[in-house]
């Protein structure tokens, strides 16, 4: 079982252009999860979906879009990508979105904004 | 809002040697999550171990287990018979309802087992 997959593994991207970052997971879990990594900073969640068809906002929003077409597929979107986009941003799943849940992570995506 | 706090950015043990690394967190909840993360060089996020708030009993995951304190909110890790394998950045984690889906991080302690 592959889990959770995303791609691409690393990127680097102009200022001002837009990228998605994809993620997909084959466990059929119901809510999924995008944190980004910044050094000291822990991982913080940037938007989640309990369900397909519904998202909702983390704690650092702002810059990204996420959608939820289907269970296994949660995109992370930078529209017009700035500097202090560059992070290391990971995808999660949990099988029901409860707080008893346990969060599974993806390899993650390195991304540097120049 | 709820917070995590790990105050050793680094800690070094010797193979086969005990490592104990702390956690405090805040928090208002009585009924909530807390976990410990694992991140290796390879950059994955594995769970090592958790404990539900409700439980007394101290979670236990083989060479790891946890010293919860619930009064003080303390969750520290303990790492027993370290092997090298055991080098990574391990974050404490912590969930709640009131927190809504997210899992809050403390800022990571990074451990190097030297041979």
């Known amino acids: 079982t592959a889990g959770i997959t995303q791609a691409p593994t690393s990127q680097i991207l102009a200022a001002g252009r837009s990228m998605t970052l994809r993620c997909t997971q084959d466990?059929?879990?119901?809510?999924m999860y995008w944190y980004r990594q910044d050094l000291g900073l822990g991982l913080r969640l940037i938007h989640y979906?309990?369900?397909?068809?519904?998202?909702g906002k983390g704690e650092v929003p702002d810059g990204y879009s996420v959608s939820r077409a289907n269970t296994d597929d949660f995109p992370l979107t930078l529209a017009s990508a700035v500097p202090s986009q560059t992070s290391v941003y990971f995808c999660?799943?949990?099988?029901?979105?409860?707080?008893?849940?346990?969060?599974?992570f993806g390899p993650g995506t390195r991304l540097t904004v120049l | 809002a709820q917070t995590v706090t790990q105050s050793q950015p680094e800690m070094s043990v010797q193979e086969a040697e005990t490592v104990t690394l702390s956690c405090t967190y805040d928090?208002?909840?009585?009924?909530?999550?807390l976990f410990w993360y694992k991140q290796p060089p390879s950059r994955q996020m594995i769970l090592v171990i958790r404990?539900?708030?409700?439980?007394?009993q101290n979670a236990t995951e083989n060479r790891f287990s946890v010293n919860f304190q619930k009064a003080a909110k303390s969750f520290s890790l303990k790492i027993s018979d370290s092997q090298l394998g055991d080098t990574a950045m391990y974050f404490c984690?912590?969930?709640?309802?009131?927190?809504?889906?997210?899992?809050?991080f403390g800022g990571g302690t990074r451990v190097l087992v030297k041979p």
């Open positions: 928090t208002s909840e009585n009924n909530y999550y």
């Open positions: 466990m059929r879990h119901n809510a």
């Open positions: 979906s309990n369900t397909a068809g519904t998202t």
């Open positions: 404990q539900e708030a409700y439980k007394q």
């Open positions: 999660a799943s949990s099988p029901l979105g409860t707080e008893s849940d346990t969060q599974y």
């Open positions: 984690a912590f969930h709640s309802k009131a927190a809504g889906n997210k899992l809050t």
